[in-house]
């Protein structure tokens, strides 16, 4: 139950907090907003292999361990992304969830994993899987059209066609390109040099932004950032509760979680070659 924790805070997290980055920055400037992708601290849901490493000593899954140079600068933005969540996402998520029954908010969700369908083709792409990148076209014709908008999943349900979700951060690292130390990102949380260049190369996919003006891209980015934040969080209200009532270090078991689990996606991508 634990690691399952963990594997939410470190990949899931970042979803969530980013809904928060849009909202600080709608007040900071001229009360204005902008997001990234990741998956709903730290885009979207990491590790069983964290503690077992700890206890095993496998080589293999402890090489997946960043360094921290950064190591205060982190510490306080997890704090700060933790009060975040406290003060502002979990208590919007919790109204939420009193009103909206689980599978509507699962449907929800849905929707917006299908409107992110351009970052998984892309990288599925760059990496030259091309089955994969195609299968993320089928899967949003075929969702986007008998499934509603996004809303319910045909594509898998009918036709067996999975999501292969991939991001920029991942391709680089497929590539054995040097992702950099550990980097907790204020409202995005866990990453590292590379994957906070991954974060904004995903973003920059966004084709709206190209043929709108900024205000109205922004605003769209906006309201689509919140609504993710706030539907993921309300599925998963008891996340960082349960993880602080049996972690010794919430910051080292969320820091371990991510780093190990990016590695083993990496590795997974890799054994499909």
Do not use: C
């Amino acid at each position: 139950m634990l690691n399952l924790i963990y594997i939410r805070i470190a990949n899931a997290g970042a979803t969530a907090v980013a809904a928060i980055a849009t909202l600080a920055l709608i007040g900071f400037v001229s009360t204005n907003a902008g997001a990234a992708d990741a998956a709903p601290l730290g885009s979207s849901s990491q590790n069983a292999a964290a503690l077992e490493a700890s206890q095993s000593g496998d080589a293999a899954l402890q090489a997946g361990v960043e360094s921290d140079p950064l190591a205060p600068f982190n510490e306080a933005m997890f704090t700060f992304n933790l009060k975040l969540d406290d003060y502002v996402l979990h208590p919007a998520a919790s109204g939420y969830a009193k009103i909206a029954p689980v599978p509507v908010r699962e449907a929800v969700g849905r929707f917006f994993d299908n409107v992110l369908v351009i970052p998984r083709f892309a990288n599925n792409l760059l990496q030259l899987r091309v089955p994969e990148a195609g299968g993320e076209v089928a899967r949003f014709g075929i969702n986007t059209t008998v499934g509603v908008l996004g809303f319910f999943d045909p594509a898998k349900n009918w036709f067996g066609l999975q999501e292969h979700d991939d991001d920029f951060g991942l391709t680089i690292r497929y590539y054995n390109v040097p992702t950099g130390p550990y980097l907790v990102l204020p409202f995005f949380g866990p990453s590292t040099i590379g994957d906070a260049v991954g974060l904004a190369a995903d973003g920059a996919m966004d084709p709206l932004a190209y043929f709108v003006p900024w205000w109205i891209s922004l605003s769209r980015g906006a309201g689509q950032r919140i609504g993710q934040a706030i539907n993921y969080r309300s599925l998963h209200l008891n996340m960082f509760e349960e993880a602080d009532r049996y972690a010794v270090d919430l910051y080292g078991a969320v820091q371990d979680a991510y780093s190990q689990t990016r590695a083993n996606r990496v590795k997974a991508l890799k054994s499909k070659e």
